[in-house]
């Protein structure tokens, strides 16, 4: 299966903050890569799916980019409702492998 | 609105068996993939098992570590997924959540996307 590393694990930012979260794949997997963001006790939530495109609903302050084993998730302006964490997916089978999460703290 | 939710979570013997229930609204079930997830505690997101709609038969894929002991089956009538687990272990303690899958076809290949989630049914897997 491919495997998936993000970085950092953990993230510490203040509202209003740029953050980018970075995630690898051991082999390409061209732009088949979306982005979920987890809070406790919720459900995940769907946030850029092929690499780069924003699920409905979700805030334009949120972006996506990548290709090939290299994608990014960027948060253009931090806000108190997106300290969670953050967990890349690769979309194919097999495995639809997750990355281990990036946990974004309030500094 | 789409809804999604788990139910069926508890305690568990080692050995034993349980059946998770995911009963979903707001959608045509039918045309979807149904997927489930689960996160042990102080870890990950880990993709369990998926099954597809009857349009491709119904088909099921599971994860390595749960082939052969869990199975995924659907209810179109009803609108509900269910995961049975047999010979549970304690690793399988978790968080469990069900999800709609959405299907992509993109350059002869399939992709998977998974845009609506439940709140997850926790299941303990202890003596």
């Known amino acids: 299966d491919i495997q998936m590393t993000q970085s950092p694990s953990t993230l510490s930012a203040s509202v209003g903050d740029r953050v980018t979260i970075t995630c690898r794949a051991s082999q390409s997997i061209t732009t088949w890569l979306a982005w979920y963001q987890l809070k406790p006790g919720a459900a995940p939530k769907l946030l850029i799916y092929k690499a780069s495109s924003l699920e409905d609903g979700v805030p334009s302050r949120f972006s996506g980019r990548g290709s090939g084993t290299e994608f990014t998730l960027t948060i253009s302006s931090l806000q108190p409702d997106d300290y969670a964490t953050y967990y890349c997916q690769h979309n194919r089978f097999p495995g639809l492998t997750f990355g281990p999460g990036t946990k974004v703290t309030i500094k | 609105e789409v809804q999604v939710v788990e139910s069926g979570g508890g305690v568990v013997q080692p050995g034993r068996s349980l059946r998770l229930s995911c009963e979903t609204s707001?959608?045509?079930?039918?045309?979807?993939?149904m997927s489930w997830f689960r996160q042990a505690p102080g870890k990950g997101l880990e993709w369990v098992g998926l099954i597809r709609s009857n349009a491709y038969n119904g088909a099921t894929e599971y994860a390595a570590s749960v082939k052969g002991r869990f199975s995924i089956s659907r209810e179109d009538s009803k609108s509900i997924a269910y995961l049975q687990m047999s010979s549970l272990k304690k690793e399988d303690t978790a968080v469990y959540f069900c999800?709609?899958?959405?299907?992509?076809?993109?350059?002869?290949?399939?992709?998977?996307?998974?845009?609506?989630w439940g709140q997850g049914a926790r299941v303990t897997v202890s003596s």
């Open positions: 707001g959608f045509t079930f039918g045309d979807y993939a």
């Open positions: 999800s709609r899958a959405y299907v992509v076809f993109w350059l002869g290949e399939f992709g998977y996307y998974f845009d609506f």
